[in-house]
């Protein structure tokens, strides 16, 4: 996803809207489609830039297991510092460059933000997936999926601390 500082620049401090979308490839092989919406804005040397993205995923459930679809959603803004000078393709192969940790950089007349949201999707995957708020999960002794079952098993909360000391009394 690549902006144009010429167009930018055609009024500075307004901001304008572009779509777009990028091709990521997620750990196992698969790709997603990141959909970005975002307004930008050329001022004082630096571009501002804001919006949303939006990601369709499969995974599984972290309860139940089932395969389910879940959107990531993120809002975002950030500033890049337009630096003087053309761009070297070297050190800026992507574009941008995060100086100090702190800002984002870049050189030339084309501002690719395609690694910014890569990093950015990265960043916000959550760590549990569920197929609904309230999912039930499985049965730990049968097994069932009990969003759709109900089983007769009795979830005997057993400490296993008791355990042992049911070990050392035997051995006494
Ligand atoms: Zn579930
Ligand atoms: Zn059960």
Redesign the pocket.
């Known amino acids: 996803m690549r902006l144009y500082i010429s167009d930018l620049k055609k009024e500075e401090g307004k901001f304008f809207p572009f779509n777009g979308s990028i091709k990521l490839e997620i750990n196992n092989g698969k790709n997603a489609v990141l959909d970005v919406k975002l307004q930008a804005a050329y001022t004082a040397n630096r571009v501002l830039v804001k919006g949303e993205w939006q990601v369709d995923l499969e995974g599984g459930c972290s309860r139940c297991l089932e395969k389910s679809t879940y959107r990531l959603k993120e809002n975002f803004y950030e500033e890049f510092i337009h630096l003087k000078g053309p761009a070297e393709m070297k050190e800026f192969d992507r574009g941008l460059e995060l100086e100090k940790g702190e800002k984002f950089v870049f050189k030339g007349e084309l501002l690719d933000l395609t690694e910014y949201f890569r990093q950015s999707f990265f960043m916000s995957q959550p760590l549990k997936i569920l197929c609904q708020n309230d999912c039930q999960g499985l049965?730990?002794?049968?097994?069932?999926n009990?969003n759709r079952e109900q089983?007769?098993?009795v979830q005997e909360s057993v400490n296993p601390r008791w355990d042992v000391l049911e070990k050392m009394r035997g051995n006494l």
């Open positions: 049965c730990p002794v049968c097994g069932v009990k089983c007769q098993c």
